[in-house]
């Protein structure tokens, strides 16, 4: 089958090389200058070719986005917003920019960018083709720190602010490059868009990016998702619960790379890593740490739905050893994490009541006000007089019913389960005498085999306890 291109003119392809296109009888050519030779993409505002200048032969890619489907000022803003930062980067992460113009006529009239054609990959198909190991994810996120830090270090800075597999390439010698620069923004106060445009990808968005603000530390945040998508396979909107990205339940990981990502994924921008340079330097003593040899810490698995939930558990072991958190009814679960749940009589929060203020009140956002989501109960009451707040309402009230009563607790009644924790007796002494305890201890041993086979103890965890019952 011979060769291909594509009619700039009419989207026929025809013969590669023929002066004239077979369908229509136009010039082939784009603005007489580009030969369009396959499409690579398809976007929501245009497609994306694979082309080659006529002049010298160069191969690049092609954005288009034509007229018609760009009919908001604003969305053809962001465009030549996207033609007019590239024109300023030069990084070999970032594809070069070669031009940009208006071509076409009629409904065929369309803006196009071009750029380098980078070969290579994406994330996404990278991923259906192997598994990533703690390692590989974090040396793609170091690696991506470097052309972050050098968009961060401009003045003013550049936000890229669609961090996502899809937009991340290895080419074929293994580097990486950052794709699509369509949600750029370079913190200059537009007039029209300024720093008010909701741009991005739901689930790898940071929350301050639907309120239309963008900073370094967004990138971080999209940085973060992307390790989490790596390392779990599973897209971030799999995740979400409300606006909440749940991804601790997802991921199994040593407890330093634990802290990084939820020091990487906090929602709250002042408690987030906000620098790409601090970031790659934290990531390379990291791997350095992990390489030198298995750490005394376990492997940790955030356990809940929110990111900031996972932080207090520590502290439970920190003050319950494993027999006395087995005699406090701690829940075994499968990942082998150790769950509290409270007495029904002392929740302050009940899920039965979610389900039934989102039936009664679900109008004005009942659920959200109760559990404490202000700016969904804010938003139900703006737009009360339509049925969403109570489609939402329902969804929330569904997603609780559906969690487990520890994973609720820590959530929404953290508060009372810590001091619940705190009440909880000490286990008794085991009796006195040589004969005495080595039974007491023979029984405790016995016990802490059954934790370990479960899970939910770890090895380490397992020898200090049984060599503190050996000390007697």
């Given at each position: 089958m011979s060769e291909q291109q594509v009619c700039a003119g009419c989207g026929e392809s025809g013969p590669l090389g023929d002066a004239f296109c077979g369908a229509c009888g136009g010039d082939p050519l784009l603005d007489g200058r580009y030969r369009l030779r396959q499409v690579l993409g398809q976007g929501g505002m245009g497609l994306t070719f694979a082309a080659e200048r006529v002049a010298d032969g160069l191969d690049v890619a092609i954005k288009e986005m034509p007229f018609r489907l760009a009919a908001d000022d604003d969305v053809r803003r962001l465009v030549e917003r996207e033609a007019r930062v590239l024109r300023q980067l030069q990084h070999p992460a970032i594809p070069a920019y070669i031009d940009d113009f208006i071509a076409g006529s009629g409904r065929h009239r369309a803006l196009y960018l071009v750029q380098e054609l980078v070969t290579g990959r994406t994330l996404v198909a990278e991923m259906d083709a192997r598994r990533y190991a703690l390692d590989d994810v974090l040396a793609i996120i170091e690696e991506l720190c470097e052309v972050l830090a050098y968009l961060h270090g401009l003045h003013p800075p550049v936000i890229h602010r669609d961090i996502k597999p899809a937009n991340v390439m290895r080419r074929v010698s293994g580097e990486l490059v950052l794709l699509d620069f369509g949600a750029v923004r370079d913190a200059?106060?537009?007039?029209?868009?300024?720093?008010?445009?909701?741009?991005?990808?739901?689930?790898?968005?940071?929350?301050?990016?639907?309120?239309?603000?963008?900073?370094?530390?967004?990138?971080?945040?999209?940085?973060?998702?992307?390790?989490?998508?790596?390392?779990?396979?599973?897209?971030?909107?799999?995740?979400?619960?409300?606006?909440?990205?749940?991804?601790?339940?997802?991921?199994?990981?040593?407890?330093?790379?634990?802290?990084?990502?939820?020091?990487?994924?906090?929602?709250?921008?002042?408690?987030?890593?906000?620098?790409?340079?601090?970031?790659?330097?934290?990531?390379?003593?990291?791997?350095?740490?992990?390489?030198?040899?298995?750490?005394?810490?376990?492997?940790?698995?955030?356990?809940?739905?929110?990111?900031?939930?996972?932080?207090?558990?520590?502290?439970?072991?920190?003050?319950?050893?494993?027999?006395?958190?087995?005699?406090?009814?701690?829940?075994?679960?499968?990942?082998?994490?150790?769950?509290?749940?409270?007495?029904?009589?002392?929740?302050?929060?009940?899920?039965?009541?979610?389900?039934?203020?989102?039936?009664?009140?679900?109008?004005?956002?009942?659920?959200?006000?109760?559990?404490?989501?202000?700016?969904?109960?804010?938003?139900?009451?703006?737009?009360?007089?339509?049925?969403?707040?109570?489609?939402?309402?329902?969804?929330?009230?569904?997603?609780?019913?559906?969690?487990?009563?520890?994973?609720?607790?820590?959530?929404?009644?953290?508060?009372?389960?810590?001091?619940?924790?705190?009440?909880?007796?000490?286990?008794?002494?085991?009796?006195?005498?040589?004969?005495?305890?080595?039974?007491?201890a023979a029984e405790q041993l016995e016990r802490l085999a059954r934790l370990k086979a479960s899970g939910a103890l770890t090895e380490a965890e397992f020898d200090e306890q049984k060599a503190r019952l050996l000390r007697g």
């Open positions: 200059i106060q537009d007039g029209v868009i300024g720093g008010s445009t909701v741009a991005g990808t739901f689930g790898y968005m940071a929350p301050e990016q639907f309120r239309g603000d963008a900073r370094p530390a967004t990138d971080l945040y999209g940085l973060g998702v992307l390790a989490v998508q790596l390392l779990s396979r599973v897209p971030p909107d799999e995740m979400m619960d409300g606006q909440t990205l749940a991804w601790g339940k997802f991921v199994q990981v040593p407890k330093p790379a634990l802290d990084l990502l939820t020091h990487m994924l906090a929602p709250e921008v002042a408690r987030r890593i906000g620098d790409a340079r601090a970031l790659k330097a934290r990531i390379v003593k990291l791997r350095a740490d992990l390489q030198a040899g298995p750490s005394p810490e376990a492997p940790a698995r955030a356990e809940g739905v929110r990111p900031e939930a996972v932080r207090p558990m520590p502290a439970i072991r920190s003050v319950f050893d494993p027999l006395r958190a087995a005699q406090a009814h701690f829940r075994i679960q499968p990942a082998g994490a150790l769950e509290l749940s409270l007495p029904e009589n002392l929740r302050p929060r009940k899920k039965g009541v979610v389900m039934l203020l989102a039936v009664f009140l679900g109008w004005i956002g009942g659920p959200h006000w109760y559990l404490g989501h202000y700016i969904s109960g804010v938003a139900s009451l703006v737009f009360s007089w339509t049925f969403i707040p109570v489609v939402v309402s329902l969804w929330r009230a569904f997603s609780v019913m559906r969690m487990s009563d520890p994973i609720f607790d820590r959530i929404y009644n953290e508060d009372a389960l810590r001091q619940y924790m705190l009440s909880l007796p000490a286990p008794e002494a085991p009796p006195s005498g040589p004969a005495a305890l080595s039974s007491a």
